[in-house]
């Protein structure tokens, strides 16, 4: 949520970082300085109101004492708390409204970004150089289902297409892939998390998801009398709120998460030709970065979130490439973020396996989380995140990269000591 203060004193500047994200948020940050002048109004009002009723309520007494008619004050009594009920009632109805255009508003864009989307997204760095071939690659669908590590055929007669299920020795990779990215962050000082996977609606909130996007995830089906819930759609969504509500100290900053869930998607993707496979889906593991900070070690933060992805990457051997996205291809919540984006040889390009992203204080302020300084001043803290890295294009990647002539693939070294195999065989 951006901060109403910002909003009151920089109008037209809001209005206009926002169109850089493509929202014309003219209309909507005009109602909100007309519901902020009506609530302040109804504030007064009623302050003035209660005043005058505490003055005429002290009279009762005195025009007892002395024999006079007190009916004319209980009158006046009985018409002013009509009007505070009056107004307290419209008080309610102008912050529910006010609250509601502020929840709508996507984060300001940080001023650095550029306006738009994909076509104006701007590669940073590469690393390595993309696997030649001297003989006719597969494509990793056809090698998962050959060497038996997927079966596609059987996770959709389970649950129906964006479903697979690894099998076997693709079961065991996984899990080596997964155990990789949890030794490496731990070794990096970040604390375990196993969080629940079903939510409720607060975390989605807190997180920046909700309400806009509350129809893109799944929702459990629940008594009346029982808590909403939903199919958390990655872990960010539960670590983000983990203090909500909180007051922390500088000493507890940073606070430093990871934690692996399975993830939760309503939409899978479009199943283009170029997208087979575990590309997209309904339900894939990623192991989820997040940082609670200080906000003037948040710019630090950011860049070590995102070295940990590249480190990540880099020590699975793939090529790939950092790029800083444009505004309008930053999630509403964000206001920046940078995708590490590997080279998958059967799709013609480069596709994401980890956004890393600074939120600022939006999520900080959706969440009531706060910070006590030294001083004793309380601010809103800062929270970052950043995939610590999603399996479903690893995986392809892997088995692409690193298939050899006779239809093998060889492992990784880093995750052989998980695996326990250095070559990937058919029937093995």
């Known amino acids: 949520m951006i901060d109403i203060k910002y909003i009151k004193e920089n109008p037209d500047e809001v209005v206009a970082r926002l169109a850089k994200k493509g929202k014309d948020a003219k209309e909507d940050v005009e109602a909100i300085l007309r ?7 109804l504030i007064g009002e009623t302050e003035s109101l209660k005043a005058e009723q505490n003055k005429t309520n002290k009279l009762i007494p005195q025009y007892k004492k002395e024999g006079r008619d007190t009916a004319p004050i209980f009158a006046e009594m009985k018409e002013l708390g009509a009007r505070v009920k009056a107004d307290e009632e419209k008080l309610r109805e102008v912050e529910t409204q006010l609250t509601g255009f502020l929840l709508g508003l996507p984060n300001l864009p940080d001023p650095d970004l550029l306006a738009g989307g994909k076509e104006n997204n701007q590669p940073l760095r590469y690393f390595g150089e993309p696997r030649k071939f001297d ?24 649950s129906g297409n964006g479903f697979w299920i690894y099998s076997g020795l693709g079961a065991r990779l996984e899990w080596a892939i997964l155990n990789y990215f949890i030794d490496f962050h731990v070794g990096n000082g970040y604390q375990f998390m196993l969080v629940p996977h079903m939510l409720g609606y607060e975390c989605g909130l807190t ?29 960010e969504t539960a670590l983000v709120s983990l203090h909500r509500d909180e007051i922390l100290t500088e000493d507890d900053l940073p606070k430093k998460y990871i934690s692996y869930t399975p ?9 283009r030709a170029d997208e087979r496979g575990m590309v997209r889906g309904h339900q894939f593991n990623k192991v989820e970065m997040v940082q609670y900070t200080l906000p003037e070690k948040s710019d630090e933060a950011f860049e070590e979130l995102v070295g940990n992805a590249e480190g990540l ?14 505004a309008e291809d930053c999630s509403a919540s964000m206001a920046r973020t940078y995708d590490i984006e590997i080279n998958i040889p059967s799709m013609n390009g480069y596709k994401e396996v980890s956004s890393v992203s600074n939120a600022r204080d939006y999520q900080a302020r959706r969440g009531m989380m706060r910070v006590k300084r030294a001083n004793g001043k309380i601010e809103y803290l800062h929270t ?17 990269q690193n298939q050899n002539a006779d239809g093998s693939v060889t492992v990784p070294e880093v995750l052989r000591k998980y ?3 250095d070559v990937i065989k058919k029937g093995q």
């Open 35 to 41: 519901l902020d002048g009506e609530r302040r109004a």
């Open 135 to 158: 003989f006719e690659p597969k494509n990793h669908v056809d090698l998962c289902t050959d060497l038996g590590l997927i079966d596609y055929k059987r996770g959709a007669k389970l």
């Open 207 to 235: 997180a920046g998801q909700f309400p806009k996007f509350q129809d893109e995830v799944y929702w459990l089906e629940t008594a009346e009398d029982e808590r909403r819930r939903f199919m958390l759609p990655t872990a």
């Open 263 to 271: 993830c939760f998607r309503r939409e899978a993707g479009s199943y």
């Open 313 to 326: 990457v880099k020590g699975l051997g793939f090529h790939f490439r950092t790029v800083k996205l444009a």
């Open 384 to 400: 970052l995140n950043g995939s610590g890295l999603a399996t479903s294009r690893i995986f392809p990647a892997l088995v692409e």
């Open 419 to 421: 695996l326990g195999v």
